[in-house]
């Protein structure tokens, strides 16, 4: 338990980060999401707001410059040279969820953490999912999201998700065969899906 990382994979709307927040408070470790735009930023001197436009976006000249060898991550930052933005970022998102993970235990959201940290033991993996009318509603009451135009925002939302994913690790995001537990928000309370991931990392 002192040392086990959560990480959490979700579809918009189904309450992945407040999940992730309170297993996060219960455990009493560090949580990430936002936060790591402003470590990101922080390292590299770059504006937050630059990072927060493209923040689980992917762009498409990564993978030439990691197979080219233009890249290294023992290089420092300067090395990235004239990279987009959206690939600056995720490899300072790499960088930073890895140094996170050798301090301790933690719950970190998003920015493909599972697939960053798939080589270690300690790292349990989840996804929240839940069917489009639970996540309009959830929408419009977390986010104040148009009612009209939550469907919409949803499925742009997790496309843009799913294609970052895909990108950065070359996985098909949402995969049950990806996470160790994915889980219905719809089906069960909030509370209980915090004890029910809790109980899971007990057993591990």
């Not at 959206?86 to 993970?101: E, G, P």
């Not at 294609?163 to 209980?192: H, P, V």
């Amino acid at each position: 338990m002192d040392r086990m990382i959560v990480t959490i994979g979700r579809q918009f709307g189904s309450g992945g980060r407040s999940i992730g927040e309170k297993v996060a408070k219960k455990l009493g470790v560090p949580f990430y999401d936002k936060e790591l735009i402003s470590l990101a930023a922080k390292e590299s001197g770059i504006d937050p707001d630059i990072f927060k436009n493209v923040d689980e976006k992917a762009a498409n000249s990564l993978l030439y410059s990691l197979s080219m060898g233009l890249y290294s991550f023992g290089s420092g930052f300067q090395a990235m040279g004239d990279l987009p933005v959206n690939d600056k970022l995720y490899l300072l998102q790499h960088k930073i969820i890895k140094d996170i993970a050798k301090k301790g235990a933690c719950v970190i959201v998003g920015r493909c953490a599972d697939y960053v940290l798939r080589e270690q033991p300690n790292v349990v993996n989840i996804f929240i999912y839940a069917d489009m009318e639970y996540r309009k509603q959830e929408s419009v009451k977390r986010h104040g999201i148009d009612a009209a135009r939550a469907e919409h925002i949803i499925n742009k939302t997790d496309k843009s998700r799913a294609n970052y994913y895909s990108f950065y690790s070359g996985q098909k995001w949402g995969m049950a065969e990806n996470y160790d537990l994915c889980i219905n928000s719809a089906k069960i309370d909030e509370d209980s899906i915090v004890d029910l991931i809790i109980a899971y990392i007990k057993r591990r």
